[in-house]
């Protein structure tokens, strides 16, 4: 990327000209950090002319690079030891919904993995989608998508089993998902580390867990519905049984009427 910035080659150090004991190697040994060496310009010793040109042209460089650094040293331990690929997070074929209350999105992680509990790093992405009016069970899925939201996690103090058998530590995070909501919940993970490196996001590639989610709120008070009830019970029979009596008045006037012209 930063080369795309400067048009430059990018390439080994060493493939330029090989050097020992340099600044990026003081760097890497006090620091324990990587270094970057950008040779600007066209020429050994630049002509003072075009100095002001090329320090306009590389002046995006550094502030790109604060921009996206986190910790690249622990980022690459953490990678070795392959432990960001043995946790997990579960996925909507073993998710549980409660009948009440929050939805519970449990992750696995690694023992060693510096998981910091900052919302701001870890988290969990959560959206509700619901169907439009148009949208049948024959044709296209065009949902109406909401924002996506942020729920923190929380230390269940129980333990779990990472995908290499290993035993790792459980985390949650407790979705305030409407218990009046029914249609999909969207959900993905971002983890970060106590020391900024951020994010390690399950599922990877920009994915997400999809999971439908039932009507889960209570349908009303038992005892209104049996006033309810007997409201409307009262109201229909009473309203029966009076036009029944009419009906039997109707005959018998008509009955009498009748004997009158005979």
């Known amino acids: ?38 040779e600007i310009g066209t020429a050994f010793h630049q002509h003072p002319d075009d100095i002001n040109h090329i320090a306009v042209r590389n002046l995006g460089i550094p502030f790109y690079m604060i921009e ?11 990678g070795i030891q392959e432990v960001e690929r043995s946790q997990w997070i579960i996925g909507a ?12 999105i449990t992750m696995c992680i690694d023992e060693s993995f510096p998981y910091t509990n900052d ?4 988290h969990v992405m959560w959206r509700t989608v619901k169907p439009t009016r148009q949208q049948s069970d024959y044709g296209p899925k065009e949902w109406v998508e909401e924002e996506w939201q ?7 103090g129980d333990n779990c089993t990472l995908t290499n058998n290993e035993t790792g530590t459980l985390i949650v995070s407790n979705l305030p998902v409407p218990e009046d909501f029914s249609g999909k919940l969207h959900y993905k993970a971002m983890l970060g580390t106590r020391s900024g490196t951020f994010p390690f996001a399950y599922p990877g590639n920009g994915m997400y867990e999809e999971v439908a989610v039932a009507y889960r709120a209570p349908y009303g008070n038992t005892v209104l519905a049996v006033l309810l009830f007997i409201i409307v019970a009262g109201t229909v029979w009473g309203s ?8 039997n008045e109707s005959e018998s006037e008509e009955s009498s009427i009748v004997g009158v012209l005979d």
Request: glycine share 6%.
């Open 119 to 122: 919302i701001n790093y870890s």
């Open 1 to 38: 990327m930063m080369a795309e910035m400067t048009t430059y080659e990018n390439m080994q150090s060493s493939d330029l000209y090989p050097t020992t004991g340099d600044y990026c190697d003081w760097h890497y040994g006090v620091h324990d950090s990587y270094c970057y060496t950008i």
């Open 93 to 104: 074929e073993n998710l549980t919904i409660p009948d009440s209350g929050p939805i519970p």
């Open 68 to 78: 996206i650094a986190d910790n690249p040293r622990e980022r690459a331990n953490i």
């Open 240 to 247: 029966l049984g009076i036009a029944i009596k009419k009906m």
């Open 150 to 156: 942020m729920t923190g996690f929380q230390e269940t």
